[in-house]
């Protein structure tokens, strides 16, 4: 689904990477980097003025991580879908993450292949996990993982 202008707000604390992302999300049809930040706080801010459909954000930022920044973003635009990009890969954080409300979790190593993937999914109203984490929860699942009241990585 293509929106008639889809509008992303970039959000990590180094400047290179954000102009990367920048580089390729606006070589797509119809999409527009609305915006860019360096923090949470800044993020937060951006987010309730800008309104855009997508935040993709790192967790790890300076004067506020994107985990508490995620649900102060969805009170100021509560449209707003929350796309998690990051170099963490654990369990911890991919349930912070989910509790937070982010509708979407992409390794950095793995963003050249599935971020346009994961931002289209989230604009038709899906979930998106990179393969690797989707490939660590199903193995969870499959080995006993997940039974009643169990969550990823837990040890129950």
Same mark, same amino acid.
């Given at each position: 689904m293509?929106?008639?202008?889809? /509008?992303?707000l970039?959000?990590?604390d =180094?400047?290179?990477? /954000?102009?990367?992302? $920048?580089? +390729? #999300? !606006?070589?797509q049809?119809?999409?527009?980097?609305? &915006?860019?930040? *360096?923090?949470?706080?800044?993020?937060?801010?951006k987010?309730?003025r800008? /309104?855009p459909?997508?935040?993709?954000?790192?967790? !790890?930022?300076?004067?506020?991580?994107? #985990?508490?920044a995620?649900g =102060?973003?969805?009170?100021?635009a $509560?449209?707003?879908?929350?796309l998690? @990009?990051?170099? =963490?890969n !654990?369990?911890? +954080?991919? /349930?912070?993450?989910?509790?937070?409300?982010a509708? &979407?979790f992409?390794l950095?190593? %793995?963003a &050249?292949?599935?971020?346009?993937? $994961?931002?289209?999914? @989230?604009?038709?109203?899906?979930t998106?996990f990179? !393969?690797k984490?989707?490939a660590?929860?199903? %193995?969870?699942?499959?080995?006993?993982?997940?039974?009643a009241g169990r969550?990823?990585? *837990?040890?129950?």
């Open positions: 293509r929106l008639a202008s889809v /509008r992303i970039l959000v990590d =180094h400047d290179v990477v /954000r102009k990367g992302l $920048a580089f +390729i #999300l !606006s070589s049809s119809g999409w527009e980097v609305c &915006g860019e930040a *360096s923090n949470g706080r800044e993020t937060v801010e987010a309730g800008l /309104r459909n997508i935040v993709v954000l790192d967790v !790890s930022m300076p004067v506020l991580n994107g #985990l508490h995620i =102060h973003i969805l009170k100021a $509560a449209d707003t879908k929350i998690v @990009l990051t170099l =963490h !654990s369990d911890q +954080i991919l /349930r912070a993450v989910v509790s937070a409300g509708k &979407g992409v950095k190593s %793995d &050249g292949i599935e971020l346009i993937a $994961a931002i289209e999914a @989230l604009l038709k109203g899906q998106y990179t !393969s984490v989707a660590q929860v199903l %193995d969870q699942y499959f080995e006993g993982g997940f039974g969550t990823p990585g *837990s040890q129950n």
